[in-house]
């Protein structure tokens, strides 16, 4: 077996996070390697691309809101250097995301949380339900009003990740297809990874561990040590019409369902919430309980096709913030636990941690994220704080 140099950079992990980690590093000069069975796969894959910070806003995640907004903030720059690196779209649109109520309950909840928005000082604003479908005609008369959020957008995952993957290729990254059964520890010291198929040892000066929700699982280290991340399963389904009669032109979500469309007729319908391990069955339930709650909002969506039911295992945190920045012994660096919020932080992540890796400091907007927060066991971090 051919020895391998040693990478400045492995990578553990090739979702949207990995690879795009991957990509800033090799741009600044760094050698690196990017290990994953199917790179661009996984729940980047199975991702629904909304780019919403504002609607999806939640009490006492103050601190993971300011991130999420400099996230939103980068997108527009970030998407446009990643498609001229990669020669293909991504899929990135503006447009917003109207937040509609199907009744006077709902209704009453959608003006807590823009009471909410207001006092987080996000821009929003509300609609009656003649305005909502004003804005989206596809939207069923018993719509009771809304809340519009201008500043949202999305991209699509699935383009996204493969633009990464090529982007990646040419900055001089490696892709190698396979598993990282272990990390490689020399004198409490993290050296390299140690793949699974083959027992190879990959050698890097640093191991970035961007695994999701396998970032807690990777061998070599005592279970404290790892990141505490969990499996969040997330069923969602791809529908299509005709790309010249769009069913909406913006974001559409209600309390229970969100409603997504691409500009070429596809549709994304998501996504539930589930506790269920590393289970990835698609359930008859799941599909029911979001089909029922999209016709609630556009009735229009019993004539379109059901192309496709998608599992993704989202990376879940203690506090539903991300863990970023050095981790355990030296040389190991975590990039993982982004929870809802991974396509849409993926940007500031890659960014802030190729600064990281070039300059062994801890950009400021990612230090409240750091790992060791819980390290004596689960306390309060910045993904829970008072509102």
């Not at 982004?338 to 190729?354: K, S």
């Not at 070039?358 to 306390?379: D, K, M, T």
Request: aromatic share 4%; charged share 20%.
């Amino acid at each position: 077996m051919p020895h391998q140099p040693a990478a400045d950079v492995v990578v553990v992990g090739g979702g949207a996070i990995g690879l795009a980690v991957a990509w800033r590093a090799a741009q600044a000069g760094m050698a690196v390697t990017v290990v994953d069975q199917a790179p661009g796969r996984g729940a980047s894959w199975a991702a629904a691309g909304m780019l919403a910070p504002v609607t999806e806003v939640h009490y006492g995640e103050r601190q993971l809101l300011a991130l999420n907004l400099a996230a939103a903030a980068r997108w527009p720059s970030f998407a446009a250097e990643l498609e001229e690196a990669a020669g293909q779209p991504v899929g990135y649109r503006p447009g917003g995301t109207l937040a509609v109520a199907r009744d006077a309950d709902d209704n009453a909840a959608l003006e807590d949380l823009y009471q909410f928005q207001l006092r987080c000082g996000l821009e929003v604003e509300r609609l009656r339900s003649r305005e909502c479908r004003q804005l989206e005609p596809g939207l069923a008369p018993s719509i009771r009003g809304g809340v519009l959020a201008a500043g949202d957008h999305q991209v699509d995952n699935r383009a996204l990740v493969q633009a990464l993957v090529v982007a990646c290729e040419r900055a001089g990254v490696r892709l190698v297809e396979g598993r990282v059964a272990e990390l490689a520890v020399e004198g409490g010291r993290v050296t390299g990874v140690v793949l699974a198929a083959s027992g190879e040892r990959l050698a890097a000066g640093t191991v970035v561990l961007a695994a999701g929700c396998w970032s807690g699982g990777i061998g070599g280290l005592a279970a404290e040590a790892l990141p505490p991340v969990r499996p969040v399963k997330g069923q969602l389904l791809y529908l299509r019409g005709p790309a010249d009669q769009p069913l909406c032109s913006r974001n559409v979500r209600g309390l229970e369902v969100y409603v997504v469309p691409r500009g070429d007729g596809r549709v994304v319908v998501g996504a539930t919430v589930e506790e269920q391990g590393f289970d990835t069955t698609v359930t008859a339930g799941a599909v029911h309980d979001l089909l029922r709650a999209a016709l609630e909002l556009l009735p229009e969506v019993a004539e379109l096709e059901l192309a496709e039911t998608v599992v993704g295992l989202r990376p879940g945190s203690p506090d539903n913030a991300p863990m970023l920045g050095p981790a355990g012994p030296e040389g190991l660096v975590v990039a993982t636990g982004h929870y809802r919020n991974g396509i849409l932080l993926t940007p500031v992540t890659a960014d802030a941690i190729a600064e990281l890796l070039a300059s062994g400091r801890v950009p400021e907007l990612i230090a409240p994220f750091g790992p060791e927060r819980f390290a004596g066991g689960v306390a309060a971090g910045p993904g829970r704080t008072a509102p």
